[in-house]
């Protein structure tokens, strides 16, 4: 699996750059050029508070882990006590001076506001935020009888970052702090069964870059756009028709396909060095920016390729038979992917 990631990076930026070159004006290359100069100088977080929502799992787990390594103190969130109290313990053991764990829902407002507060209050100040808490659903949307069991995809995903964005802010511009904005490649990708998360993640994308114009050079954005990751949702678990979140490998199978999936730890990692290098948008992994120039550039072929993979009839796929009748998951899937347990405590 790491050899086909390696592989897709490799011959991904050469595509991405003369794609880059056909399509920009000159002026807009330049810029380009401009900034990837600028991401060579990194920035040390040792020291540093950072603060995560949803790091009891997944991408946040692993984002605590690495921020931890370069000896930043940590603020973290999540709804699970004692998921967050062992990711937390685990953030010291790996070098994190100070680590801080709230039990909150970044879908309420006030647990939001809580949260930043004791952050603050126990640091005194705050250095970079990464807004990460989300969850998913995988469902039709005639599928649902009743449309506000998908509320919460919007309330986490969007309001979530939103609350937290706003109640960070100042801070952040005392510190001259960093936003990390956990967006989603499904912000461009129209994948069938996950419509109001792909909304979701739209929404949010267009939301950093409209704060990077209200922040100005007080607060830099990283917005990151990843493809799918090792995680509680790649894993099956989603947000069920009726409202319930549910456990469904076999359903996983059908929207995940022939995929391949990429290690949450390094993920991390990836994120965490563009943030420090001051990178306005960062995709994990690299390769799969590629298809973000298919979306603008061939929007038929890519609805073409979601339906005749994707809609073959309720609950079924082609992406999935092929990957079945290959026994490819074994190649592109994590062996974390490949069993039913999951952190629900």
Known sequence: MDLIHKFLNLVAPPFTFFSLMLFLPPFQAFKWFLSCLASIFSEDVSGKVVLITGASSGIG??????????GACLAICARRVHRLQAVAE??????SPDVISVQADVARVDDCQRFVNEAVNHFGRLDHVVCNAGI????????V???T??????????WGSVYTTRFTAPHLRNTGGKIVALSSSASWLPAPRMSVYNASKAAMAQ?????RIEFGSDIHITLVTPGFIESELTQGKYLA??????????????QLGIMPVYKAESCAKDIVNSACRGERYVTVPAW???TYLWTLFCPELIEWAFRFLHLTSPGESRSKKILDLTGAKSVLHPETLQTPELKTD
């Open 61 to 70: 787990e692993h984002l605590a882990y690495e921020y931890a390594k370069r």
């Open 90 to 95: 685990r953030a010291r053991d790996l070098g």
């Open 136 to 143: 998913t659903h995988l469902s039709l949307l005639e599928e």
């Open 145 to 147: 009888d009743d449309i």
């Open 149 to 158: 069991h998908l509320r919460p995809v919007m309330e986490i995903n969007f």
């Open 207 to 211: 939301f950093f870059e409209t704060m």
């Open 241 to 254: 028709k009726d409202g319930k979140l549910v456990l469904d490998q076999e359903m996983r199978d059908v």
């Open 288 to 290: 799969f920016g590629v």
